[in-house]
């Protein structure tokens, strides 16, 4: 297989990679989620993915636009608390934005997930800074299209949007937040690592590992 397309299989397994991140690191998602929210974005997320991949294992998706759709739709009525509604918008939001696809270019697959961020920017109206999953999410996109534009494998470009997810990730330690539970918080939110930046990160994470798995 060449590195210019991949196909929604390969997808469909990057799902179901993210299934298995969010829930091997269920316990500490909520542990950060314990020091400035409710304590549930590890068992939130973990119990939304594996409600996905149930949802996939009955079925086979035949396109794009069929497979975010249940996934989206999974999460937002699986899930509690934000994390069940942003996900689930991002996910719905890529599916609508691809259409009735069964393979993936670079670009294809940038305007997807970009699309996917302007609908948990429509829900959260996070911006940078905001201490949200936005700070993992518009810099790994950003480091995406940027690879992509330069003429990079979706492998390589799918590796920087993981490396810059983490920087943002990082990032939110420091923050007071201003979105969501934790901005009741003020200050005392700072010291923190954000949960949703923190599963945003695990997102590109399982997209780079699988994209880099199937590399021909
Ligand atoms: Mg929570």
Redesign the pocket.
């Known amino acids: 297989m060449s590195d210019s397309t991949i196909p929604l299989e390969t997808l469909v397994a990057w799902l179901r990679r993210f299934t298995e991140l969010v829930t091997d690191q269920r316990a500490y998602l909520t542990e950060l989620?314990s020091a400035i929210?409710?304590?549930?974005?590890g068992a939130?997320m973990s119990r939304g993915m594996n409600a996905v991949v149930e949802k996939l294992d009955g079925a086979t998706a035949g396109a794009a636009d069929e497979l975010f759709k249940t996934v989206g739709m999974t999460l937002v009525t699986s899930v509690g608390?934000?994390?069940g509604p942003l996900y689930g918008t991002f996910f719905l939001r890529m599916g609508m934005s691809a259409g009735a696809v069964d393979s993936f270019d670079g670009p294809a697959l940038g305007s997807a997930l970009r699309a996917g961020l302007e609908g948990v920017v429509a829900r959260g109206k996070a911006e940078t800074g905001d201490k949200t999953m936005y700070d993992a999410m518009a810099p790994a996109l950003d480091a995406y299209d940027a690879a992509i534009a330069g003429g990079e494998s979706i492998p390589d470009a799918a590796a920087a949007a993981f490396a810059a997810a983490e920087t943002g990730r990082d990032a939110t330690e420091p923050l007071v937040a201003r979105k969501?539970?934790a901005s009741y918080l003020g200050e005392r939110s700072a010291g923190h690592l954000d949960?949703g930046a923190t599963s945003t990160a695990l997102l590109f994470q399982a997209l780079a590992e699988t994209v880099a798995e199937k590399r021909g």
């Open positions: 989620d929210g409710d304590a549930d974005h939130n608390g934000a994390s969501g539970r949960p």
